[in-house]
């Protein structure tokens, strides 16, 4: 069976208009069955959602942190759901993330309710079988050069795992049967044995 990789409509803006903030988070309301994400040269990416089965894979992903996160009490977990407004202007929505309580506590209840102006600490993209896998590097080094300070793509086309961090090269392992979080998500391990 031939899978074709899976590349988002990228819609221009710029120069016709700027859209705000606001109007961004407006606009991804009014079109709420597209996952739709901003990158920093105002671009918007149109992606159609996920299938079935990578969405049952990102639940098991999202449980596992967010099990651990209500454990750990020590931060903020986030679902695929959710969109962040990156440093750079970028608006990205990793499928799972996590924030630490302290720096989500600061920002303003009306900001928290719309795409927060902030980096997640951690990320994780799932590859699905119809991704390109070179636009999903670039945002997790997008993220990393943006303030997290932990993301794995995880790759289950081909079984690996690459594991960002600032001021570190890429990580790549090959069929893990785990993956710890240590130390920014100090005694968080997801089990790999779900999501493959």
């Known amino acids: 069976m031939l899978t074709l ?3 988002p409509l990228i819609l221009q803006t710029r120069p016709a208009f700027e859209m705000t903030d606001e109007q961004f988070f407006e606009f991804c309301k009014i079109n709420c069955n597209y996952r739709i994400e901003r990158n920093a040269k ?3 990416l149109v992606m159609s959602p996920v299938g079935s089965e990578t969405g049952h894979y990102n639940a098991k ?3 596992q942190l967010g099990n651990w996160s209500d454990e750990d009490g020590t931060g903020i977990d986030f679902d695929s759901s959710a969109g962040f407004t990156l440093p750079n202007g970028a608006n990205r929505s990793p499928d799972a993330a996590w924030v630490k309580l302290e720096k989500w506590q ?3 209840l ?3 309710r719309k795409f927060a102006p902030i980096c997640p600490d951690f990320v994780v993209e799932l590859r699905s079988p119809s991704d390109n896998l070179k636009p999903l590097q670039e945002k997790m080094e997008e993220y990393i050069e943006n303030g997290a300070s932990l993301g794995w793509l995880i790759d289950r086309k081909n ?3 690459y594991i960002y961090r600032p001021q570190v090269e890429v990580e790549c392992w090959e069929s893990p049967t785990m993956v710890k979080g240590d130390p920014i998500l ?3 391990v997801l089990k790999l044995v779900k999501i493959w």
């Open 5 to 7: 990789e899976n590349t």
């Open 42 to 44: 105002g671009e918007l």
């Open 61 to 63: 992903l999202t449980q």
């Open 106 to 108: 600061a920002i303003p």
């Open 110 to 112: 009306e900001q928290r």
């Open 159 to 161: 079984r690996r795992v």
């Open 186 to 188: 100090s005694g968080f």
